[in-house]
Nanobody, 129 residues
Framework: QVQLVESGGGLVQAGGSLRLSCAASGRTFSSYNMGWFRQAPGKEREFAAGISGHGGTIYYADSVKGRFTISRDNTKNTVYLQMNSLKPEDTAVYYC??????????????????????WGQGTQVTVSS
């Protein structure tokens, strides 16, 4: 069983920044391929960014590329999402997910929410205009 706990959400003005964190339980965190997704009211959960177990492979959704940066610190069992130049359309609940099996490369696997075995409870990000 893997437990994921997100933090760092909040209210920010357009153009501002936030840094989300996702702390994971378990002794094999470096074997988990991780992803950040987001879900706005009335919409499907959508992929934002993904990172392989040792951080060597990273993918971004086109909507966040150049503004968001995913990273991880395996010594702290934590994955981060640095969000800059935030826009009102970035408003959503942000979830981190853990993939415990499957390949460490391949955008399809990171972007597909059904590939994730565990999810956190989410953290709200609200961007005001």
């Amino acid at each position: 069983q893997v437990q994921l706990v997100e933090s760092g959400g909040g209210l920010v003005q357009a153009g501002g920044s936030l840094r989300l964190s996702c702390a994971a339980s378990g002794r094999t965190f470096s074997s988990y391929n991780m992803g950040w997704f987001r879900q706005a009211p009335g919409k499907e959960r959508e992929f934002a960014a993904g990172i392989s177990g040792h951080g060597g492979t990273i993918y971004y959704a086109d909507s966040v590329k150049g503004r968001f940066t995913i990273s991880r610190d395996n010594t702290k069992n934590t994955v981060y999402l640095q969000m800059n130049s935030l826009k009102p359309e970035d408003t959503a609940v942000y979830y981190c997910g853990a993939r415990i099996k499957g390949p460490s490369s391949g955008r399809y696997y990171y972007a597909n929410k059904h590939e994730y075995a565990y999810w956190g409870q989410g953290t709200q990000v609200t961007v005001s205009s």
